[in-house]
């Protein structure tokens, strides 16, 4: 049992032992919630071997970490990190712990709920103090309607939507008041039910998954809609994602319904939550269930020939034309600029 106790425990995402950047978001969440005391938060890396992992966390971002090691955590596996998790609350006592909101983590987080008889939320966006007690803001509806939810379980657990809380790179005021500690190494409890499994059991990532710069670690999102018109033209948004490092190719869910694409490259409440520093929306009409995927990026261009389009409302720069024909322009002169530098 650990002598040190921690309010607040940032559960962050691993595949193949190697972290996925924007969990990273969860550090500052939990700095807002503490009022910038990192004293009282703890971050757990679970996967196979994350030692050296939470070794670098700590040395970057001056908070404890602890790892969760198990031969299954290698690949995600939520019911696992659920019951393993379990053993983590008894050996910490905390009272909040966030996940970064994917489907995998609110599987994850309804078991935990259920066997450590905690309340969850998911999807949070935000949250307000009300006295001693904190309320957490998320939207309903596709993001039409806004609500507010009240959790009296002692222990809160919670699903934060990804580009709510960016970490910027030249933040200090996160660290001024952590405590650093050498990372801690969480043992993994035996299964409550003695199983060897739990429920299944990852054995590969698909050939799709493995390929190209992942959606949620891209700093440049090209996405294309019903608006290019024919699966041929997405050769044209990818060459647009060509001229950019560490870009990626999206869609609306009308692409990959005809599988033009795959359904891992969807953005949207039915898909991926992102938020790079530059979202192109290509011949995007805008619905609520693709705004919800995307609104917290930090950058929207949409380019669209209706002018009248919804994803203009929430857009930082609106192009009003055919996306066949302005992103050959924009392809040509941006290799004309820097290309020949």
Not at 132 to 139: K, L, N, P
Not at 154 to 171: H, S
Request: overall charge negative; hydrophobic content about 40%; proline content about 4%.
């Amino acid at each position: 049992m650990s002598d040190k106790k921690y309010s607040i425990i940032a559960v962050l995402d691993t595949i193949e032992d190697k972290l996925i950047q924007q969990s990273l978001e969860l550090i500052v969440f939990a700095s807002s919630f503490a009022a910038g005391d990192l004293s009282t938060a703890l971050v757990v890396v679970p996967g196979k071997s994350v030692m050296k992992l939470c070794e670098s966390i700590t040395e970057k971002y001056l908070i404890d970490t602890a790892a969760i090691e198990h031969d299954e955590l290698y690949y995600p596996n939520p019911e696992l990190l659920a019951e393993l998790l379990y053993g983590t609350i008894g050996e910490y006592s905390p009272g909040l712990i966030i996940f970064t909101h994917t489907v995998r983590n609110s599987q994850c987080t309804a078991k935990l709920s259920v066997i450590s008889k905690s309340s969850t939320v998911t999807a949070v966006e935000s949250f307000i103090r009300d006295g001693e007690t904190c309320i957490f803001q998320r939207s309903i509806f596709n993001g039409k309607l806004k609500i507010n939810q009240r959790l009296n379980a002692l222990l809160k657990i919670v699903t934060v939507l990804a580009g709510t809380y960016t970490l910027e790179e030249d933040t200090v005021s996160y660290k001024s008041n952590a405590s650093v500690n050498a990372p801690a190494y969480c043992p993994a409890p035996a299964s409550r039910s003695g199983a060897k499994h739990y429920g299944y059991k990852p054995i590969s990532l698909s050939p799709e998954a493995l390929g190209g710069v992942k959606l949620e670690d891209a700093d440049v999102i090209i996405s294309a809609g019903r608006g290019i018109g024919k699966e041929e033209n997405l050769s044209l948004i990818s060459e647009t994602a060509s001229i950019f490092e560490n870009a990626a190719v999206g869609a609306s869910r009308p692409i990959c319904d005809q599988r033009w694409l795959p359904f891992n490259q969807q953005v949207g409440i039915t898909g991926r939550t992102v938020s790079p520093k530059l979202y192109l929306a290509c011949g995007i009409s805008g619905s609520q269930q693709h705004i919800a995927g995307m609104k917290n990026s930090q950058c929207i261009v949409a380019i669209n020939k209706d002018p009248d389009a919804a994803i203009f409302s929430v857009s930082d720069y609106i192009i009003v034309e055919d996306l066949i024909y302005f992103l050959p322009v924009l392809i040509r002169k941006y290799r004309d600029i820097y290309e020949k530098e």
